[in-house]
Structures are given as structure tokens and as C-alpha cells.
């Protein structure tokens, strides 16, 4: 079965600084991967995805991934952080077999200071 | 609709009484999921559904827990009894399914036992 981890809880950057979330999975093939973003009282969504192809993928908002497969990771990154990226993010990994519901990480709380 | 509606957006019910958790998946998504997000913790899975059938239930946390879903469409998740620890929000999720696995969030329902 898959797992995530997210060994960061919380994080404080500074606005304008660069941003780095962790993610590494565990699963015995190939997975699709995912990050989704939580804003306070908002329901979650979807920034990126890899599902094959380009190990680095745009997502929406100016974020981008990595997936790296000798390192199971697939790492969230931003190279300016504003106040409004302020939330919580997960990463979530999904089986190729479809059909399976995506298992998630814990969560990244993000926390933007002037 | 537009995205995945759930309701009530919040619902503060007494020990022991039961509750209903609606929710409306965007039309033409056949897999529906149910998720459980504790305070602090990330996204548990509770039940998987493709089209009207059940194929996971292996989340769902005890026999108080169960859901439903009709004309593979909208899904209600029903706790009875509930305990104090049933507090959380439950987020609903749908995506096309097979192999394409993008879930689409709602906002959640709030569910606080007192």
C-alpha cells in the first residue's frame, strides 16, 4: 500500500522568499502524485499533478514539483512566496491501478511573514 | 453542478444522536470519495465509490459508519450514535475515475459533537 510523508508540520518564510515543501511516498511502482492546497475554511485545491513524462511540472499560482525517483520524493516549490500562499499543503500519491483513492500526507501548514 | 456541493457546511449535534452528510459530485464523475480531517491530522479515507457500488470501505472506522450512493450520483454518509471523537470535517471528493484520478474537493461539513 502507498504512504505519505511530510516531515515538515509548519513552516515560516518570508514574503518574497523562496519555498520548499517535502514529500516522500512509498509505493512499489511508479505512482501518480499530487499536491493539493487548503486556504483557512476553503475546501482543497488541486496545484499539480505527475502523472508521466517531465519530471518537473508547473501547477497553478507559480508552484512547481519534482519528482525524483531515487529519492521518492516530489517536493513543492516556489522561487517568490506572497501572503496569500498562507495555508496548508498535502501531497497525496495515487496507484496506477485507478480506481484506488488517493492516500495523503499529514499536511504542511505554511506560514508567510513581511 | 459546477463543483462538489456538500451539506450541511456545518452541524453541531448531540451524543448519541445520528447524522446525515450529503453530498453532490460533479455531474458525470463516477468515483465519489469520503475523507475524515481531524484537527492536526491529514486526510483520512473512509469510503470509495465507483458509481453506485462500494468496491472500499476499508476506512470507514466502525460499524457507526456507512454510506450510500444513488443513481451514481449524490452520496450520503451517515454516522449513528455519534461520539465526541466523530468531531471533524468530512470532505467529499469526485473524480472521472479509471485512471484519471485529479479528485475534485467540496468545502466540507463540519461536524461538531457535543
Known amino acids: 500500500a502507498q504512504s505519505v510523508t511530510q516531515p515538515d508540520i509548519h513552516i515560516t518564510v518570508s514574503e518574497g522568499a523562496s519555498l520548499e515543501l517535502r514529500c516522500n511516498y512509498s509505493y512499489g511502482a511508479t505512482p501518480y502524485l499530487f499536491w493539493y492546497v487548503q486556504s483557512p475554511g476553503q475546501g482543497l485545491q488541486l496545484l499539480l499533478k505527475y502523472f508521466s513524462g517531465d519530471t518537473l511540472v508547473q501547477g497553478i499560482k507559480g508552484f512547481e514539483a519534482e519528482f525524483k525517483r531515487s529519492q521518492s520524493s516530489f517536493n513543492l516549490r516556489k522561487p517568490s512566496v506572497h501572503w496569500s500562499d498562507a495555508a496548508e499543503y498535502f501531497c497525496?500519491?495515487?496507484?496506477?491501478?485507478?480506481?484506488?483513492?488517493?492516500?495523503f500526507g499529514k499536511g504542511t501548514r505554511l506560514s508567510v511573514i513581511a | 453542478g459546477a463543483g462538489v456541493s456538500q451539506s450541511p457546511s456545518n452541524k453541531v449535534t448531540e451524543k448519541g444522536k445520528d447524522v446525515e452528510l450529503r453530498c453532490d459530485p460533479i455531474?458525470?464523475?463516477?468515483?465519489l470519495y469520503w475523507y475524515r480531517q481531524s484537527l492536526g491530522q491529514g486526510l483520512e479515507f473512509l469510503i470509495y465509490?465507483?458509481?453506485?457500488?462500494?468496491?472500499?470501505k476499508s476506512g470507514l472506522p466502525s460499524d457507526r459508519f456507512s454510506a450510500e450512493r444513488t443513481g451514481g450520483s449524490v452520496s450520503t454518509l451517515t454516522i449513528q450514535r455519534t461520539q465526541q471523537e466523530d468531531s471533524a470535517v468530512y470532505l467529499c471528493?469526485?473524480?472521472?475515475?479509471?485512471?484519471?484520478?485529479?479528485?475534485?474537493f467540496g468545502q466540507g461539513t463540519r461536524l461538531t459533537v457535543v
Open positions: 465509490f465507483q458509481g453506485n457500488s462500494a468496491p472500499d
Open positions: 471528493a469526485s473524480s472521472l475515475g479509471g485512471a484519471l484520478l485529479e479528485a475534485f
Open positions: 455531474s458525470g464523475h463516477t468515483a
Open positions: 497525496a500519491v495515487g496507484a496506477r491501478s485507478g480506481n484506488t483513492p488517493l492516500v
